[in-house]
Nanobody
Framework: QVQVVESGGGLVQAGGSLRLSCAQS????????AGWFRQAPGKEREFVAC????????YYSPSVRGRFTISRDDAKNTVYLQMNSLKPEDTAVYYC?????????????????WGQGTQVTVSS
């Protein structure tokens, strides 16, 4: 069993930055791929970014590519999402997910463990 806990959300002005953290516990962190999804009010949850076990494969949604960076620190059992040049449309609850399979996926149903989410609000 894996527990996933997000932190780092908050209120920021457009153009600003935030760094989200995802702490994982329960089993060897390096055994899991990690991903970030988000859900804006009134919308379905969508893929943001993911990173495989080794960190060698990383994918981003086109809407965040070039502005967001996902990374992992296995020694700290933590995955990060650095978000720069934030826009009001980035406002959402951000969820961290963990996947047992070796590869990564942009599909929500392919992820096994989820956190409770952290709110990110970007003001214009």
């Amino acid at each position: 069993q894996v527990q996933v806990v997000e932190s780092g959300g908050g209120l920021v002005q457009a153009g600003g930055s935030l760094r989200l953290s995802c702490a994982q516990s329960g089993r060897t962190f390096s055994s899991y791929a990690a991903g970030w999804f988000r859900q804006a009010p009134g919308k379905e949850r969508e893929f943001v970014a993911c990173i495989n076990r080794s960190g060698g494969s990383i994918y981003y949604s086109p809407s965040v590519r070039g502005r967001f960076t996902i990374s992992r620190d296995d020694a700290k059992n933590t995955v990060y999402l650095q978000m720069n040049s934030l826009k009001p449309e980035d406002t959402a609850v951000y969820y961290c997910a963990a996947r047992v399979a070796m590869g990564v996926s942009t599909k929500e149903e392919d992820w096994n463990y989820w956190g409770q989410g952290t709110q990110v609000t970007v003001s214009s």
